[in-house]
T-cell receptor
Framework: DQQVKQNSPSLSVQEGRISILNCDYT??????FLWYKKYPAEGPTFLIS?????DKNEDGRFTVFLNKSAKHLSLHIVPSQPGDSAVYFC???????????FGTGTSLTVIP | DGGITQSPKYLFRKEGQNVTLSCEQN?????MYWYRQDPGQGLRLIYY???????QKGDIAEGYSVSREKKESFPLTVTSAQKNPTAFYLC?????????????FGPGTRLTVT
C-alpha cells in the first residue's frame, strides 16, 4: 500500500518557467516531509523539507507547500533551469519511529 | 570528508548465491537504512536501524538480512530466498532527531543476478 504517491511520472517545462511537482499522502501520522533530487545511478540528494507545523518553506529557487487538510504537498522550482532535470522524490516521516516513506518519483525535464 | 560509502558500485551474482552489500558512514549518524529502487516503484524500505545491535524490518524485508555491530556499518545480505534481487540498492543514514535528520544517501550499488 503506497502511503506517499506521486501521480505524475513525468513533467516537461520550458527553461525559466515554473515547475510544480505534486505529492499526496494518506497517513495522517506523518509529521515531516522532504523532497529529494536524483540522477540516474546515483543516490538521491536532499533538497528541502517542511515540518507539519508549517505550510510553506523556501530555499532559493525551491519552495515547498504543505496542505495538511488535503494531505498534499508540492515543490515549486522558479525559475527552472536545465540542470534541474532529474527525478524528484517526495518522502514523509511518521511521528513515531524513524521510517521514511518515499513516493514513486516524477521525472522533470527542463527544456532549454 | 564525511559521507556514506557503498561498495561495490556494480555487483553480479549467479542465482542461488547469497551476496552482501557494504555500507559505511562517517557522519556519526545514529540511524541507518536500506532502500531498494525498481523502475516505477520509487524507493522501498528494506531494513532500518536506529541503534547498534538493533534493527527493524521495513516493507520488503523478506529475503534480506542485516547486522549493525558498529555504528558506522550496516551491511545488507541478499539471500537466495529473495525472488527478484536484481535492483539498485541505496543505503542512507540520519540523526534520530533535531536538525539535519533527513536521510543522507550513499551512491548506491547496482546488483544484477542471473
Amino acid at each position: 500500500d503506497q502511503q506517499v504517491k506521486q501521480n505524475s511520472p513525468s513533467l516537461s517545462v520550458q527553461e525559466g518557467r515554473i515547475s510544480i511537482l505534486n505529492c499526496d499522502y494518506t497517513n495522517s501520522m506523518f509529521d515531516y516531509f522532504l523532497w529529494y533530487k536524483k540522477y540516474p545511478a546515483e543516490g538521491p540528494t536532499f533538497l528541502i523539507s517542511i515540518s507539519s507545523i508549517k505550510d510553506k518553506n523556501e530555499d532559493g529557487r525551491f519552495t515547498v507547500f504543505l496542505n495538511k487538510s488535503a494531505k498534499h504537498l508540492s515543490l515549486h522550482i522558479v525559475p527552472s533551469q536545465p540542470g534541474d532535470s532529474a527525478v524528484y522524490f517526495c518522502a514523509a516521516r511518521r511521528n513515531t519511529g524513524n521510517q521514511f516513506y518515499f513516493g514513486t518519483g516524477t521525472s522533470l525535464t527542463v527544456i532549454p | 570528508d564525511g559521507g556514506i560509502t557503498q561498495s561495490p558500485k556494480y555487483l553480479f551474482r549467479k542465482e542461488g548465491q547469497n551476496v552482501t552489500l557494504s555500507c559505511e558512514q562517517n557522519l556519526n549518524h545514529d540511524a541507518m537504512y536500506w532502500y531498494r529502487q525498481d523502475p516505477g516503484q520509487g524507493l522501498r524500505l528494506i531494513y532500518y536501524s536506529q541503534i547498534v545491535n538493533d534493527f527493524q524490518k521495513g516493507d520488503i524485508a523478506e529475503g534480506y538480512s542485516v547486522s549493525r555491530e558498529k555504528k558506522e556499518s550496516f551491511p545488507l545480505t541478499v539471500t537466495s530466498a529473495q525472488k527478484n534481487p536484481t535492483a539498485f540498492y541505496l543505503c542512507a543514514s540520519s540523526y534520530l532527531a533535531g536538525n539535519g535528520y533527513e536521510p543522507y544517501f550513499g551512491p548506491g550499488t547496482r546488483l544484477t543476478v542471473t
